[in-house]
Every structure is written in C-alpha cells, then in structure tokens.
C-alpha cells in the first residue's frame, strides 16, 4: 500500500487548503481513510475519517464545521477541504488506511501512512 499526499503550503488565518492523498495498492472502497495532524513534540492527533462515502465522515471537535473530508473511489483519492483556517492548525497532515470500515481515531489503528503535507497558517 502506497499512500501520497500533497496539497500543503503557507496560508494566511480565514484562508483555505484542500489537500489529497492517492493510493495505490489496496481496494482502495474497503478501506476507511483518516486524516491525521503532528506538530514538533506531540503526538500525533486525528482529525477527520470516511467510511464508503461523505454520508460516512467523522470528525475531532476543533476542526468541525471547517474541514470536510471527501473520497473518489474512482481515482483512489481520498481529500481535505480546509476552510477558516486557524494558526492552530498548523502541522504535518498525514493521511492513512485502515483494513476495515470500523472508525477508530487511534493512530496505531491505521497500517498505513503517507509521507506527510506542511500546512502552516500564519495569523
């Protein structure tokens, strides 16, 4: 399972950013994917998850309202819409696969991870 993420960059606070991640190597419909955020000495924290499809999606309370997650099961890609991003916000976004559809928001619950987006949002 390859797993490649982009979409990051410098955004200034109320601005947004979508970011992506397409997959190769998986039946990429029968894996519930996540999105994830670390910043330096921190661990590493969920922020949004979809099962089959966006009437499946599932959220952290800071990001809600702001972020969506999204998939297109024909292109292996699973998204990020930002929106009124905040300077909190700021971190490496990662996005990951899970085996099966259940929506767990434990890191060690996804066997797969991409490499990684910068998202910084200055104030």
């Known amino acids: 399972v390859q797993l490649q993420a982009s979409g990051g960059g410098l955004v200034q606070a109320g601005g947004s950013l979508r970011l992506s991640c397409a997959a190769s190597?998986?039946?990429?419909?029968?894996?519930?994917m996540g999105w994830f955020r670390q910043t330096p000495g921190k661990e590493r924290e969920f922020v949004a998850a979809i099962r089959w499809s966006r009437d499946n999606t599932y959220y952290t309370d800071s990001v809600k309202g702001r972020f969506t997650i999204s998939r297109d099961n024909a292109k292996n890609t699973v998204y990020l819409q930002m929106n009124s991003l905040k300077p909190e916000d700021t971190a490496v976004y990662y996005c990951a696969a899970r085996r099966t559809m259940t929506v767990v928001t434990n890191p060690a619950a996804f066997g797969s991870w991409g490499q990684g987006t910068l998202v910084t949002v200055s104030s």
């Open positions: 190597g998986l039946t990429f419909s029968s894996y519930l």
